[in-house]
T-cell receptor, first 116, second 111 residues
Framework: GAGVSQSPSNKVTEKGKDVELRCDPISGHTALYWYRQRLGQGLEFLIYFQGNSAPDKSGLPSDRFSAERTGESVSTLTIQRTQQEDSAVYLC??????????????FGSGTRLTVV | SQELEQSPQSLIVQEGKNLTINCTSSKTLYGLYWYKQKYGEGLIFLMMLQKGGEEKSHEKITAKLDEKKQQSSLHITASQPSHAGIYLCGAVISNTGKLIFGQGTTLQVKP
């Protein structure tokens, strides 16, 4: 596709339920990143992928969070047993290069997660 | 603690005034990116800096990266209401491509 696509755009879930957030990067982009943004705050790094491998998972807040990427394409971020503090916008970004890219990173519109 | 610190956290300026936002890292940066975000919207790429001492400009916005590649500044000249939003600095901090962001600076421009 022309851009990074995230689904769903909005998700309201009950506390304790599991949720899956999906990211479709730009075709051919080898690097894929997940961030969490709470209201009025910056982007909190969660995890990134180079191809299907995740060199750094240190940003995942707890073992309730996991992510995978298949076919060097779509990625899924799963949150198990959701808590109210998980409420935030989850952003995905992708880029062509493995390290530094001159063209920046393309961000999706995000998934707004609300845990009630 | 934040690996990438932005200051100030928020800024209110009168239209027409100049302003500067700073981004400081405790580590040498492989690449530094500036983004703008309007409330409830996605991130817009502004500029990318990679070489020590590098400076880039786009319209009324200028970004610089210091010689040690640990600090960047974003300068807006003659601010306009359209400049309002959240400015985020992002940095690649490892040779494997890990990209992190500062806390953001919220800019309001009063007409």
């Amino acid at each position: 596709g022309a851009g990074v696509s995230q689904s769903p755009s909005n998700k309201v879930t009950e506390k304790g339920k599991d949720v899956e957030l999906r990211c479709d990067p730009i075709s051919g982009h080898t690097a894929l990143y997940w961030y969490r943004q709470r209201l009025g705050q910056g982007l909190e790094f969660l995890i990134y992928f180079q191809g299907n491998s995740a060199p750094d998972k240190s940003g995942l807040p707890s073992d309730r969070f996991s992510a995978e990427r298949t076919g060097e394409s779509v990625s899924t971020l799963t949150i198990q047993r959701t808590q109210q503090e998980d409420s935030a916008v989850y952003l995905c970004a992708s880029s062509t290069a493995g390290t530094v890219t001159n063209y920046g990173y393309t961000f999706g519109s995000g998934t707004r997660l609300t845990v009630v | 603690s934040q690996e990438l610190e932005q200051s100030p956290q928020s800024l209110i300026v009168q239209e027409g005034k100049n302003l500067t936002i700073n981004c400081t890292s405790s580590k040498t940066l492989y690449g530094l990116y500036w983004y703008k975000q309007k409330y409830g919207e996605g991130l817009i790429f502004l500029m990318m800096l990679q070489k020590g001492g590098e400076e880039k400009s786009h319209e009324k916005i200028t970004a610089k990266l210091d010689e040690k590649k640990q600090q960047s500044s974003l300068h807006i000249t003659a601010s306009q209401p359209s400049h309002a939003g959240i400015y985020l600095c992002g940095a690649v901090i490892s040779n494997t491509g890990k990209l992190i962001f500062g806390q953001g600076t919220t800019l309001q421009v009063k007409p």
